[in-house]
Nanobody, 122 residues
């Protein structure tokens, strides 16, 4: 089992920045691919970004590419999501997830955090 706890969500104005963190505990963090997903009110959960076990390769949703950066620190059991140039449409609950294979769909990931709210005002 892997437990995931997100933090860093907040209310921010459009154009602002936030950094989300997700701390893992349980099984060795470096053994998992990590991802960030988000779910806006009334919408399906959607892929945001994912990163390989060693942090060398990342993938992004088209809607966030160039604005968001996923990274990880295996020594701290933490994955980050740096979000710049935020837009109102980025408003959602953001979830981090851990899984045994790389993927961009939520069924790829086995473990999920409880989520952290990001709200972007116009």
């Amino acid at each position: 089992q892997v437990q995931l706890v997100e933090s860093g969500g907040s209310l921010v104005q459009a154009g602002g920045s936030l950094r989300l963190s997700c701390v893992a505990s349980g099984r060795p963090f470096s053994g998992y691919y990590m991802g960030w997903f988000r779910q806006a009110p009334g919408k399906e959960r959607e892929f945001v970004a994912t990163i390989t076990k060693n942090g060398e390769t990342t993938y992004y949703a088209t809607s966030v590419k160039g604005r968001f950066t996923i990274s990880r620190d295996n020594a701290k059991n933490t994955v980050y999501l740096q979000m710049n140039s935020l837009k109102p449409e980025d408003t959602a609950v953001y979830y981090c997830a851990a899984g045994p294979i790389i993927g961009t769909v939520d069924k790829t990931f086995l473990y999920w955090g409880q989520g952290t709210q990001v709200s972007v005002s116009s």
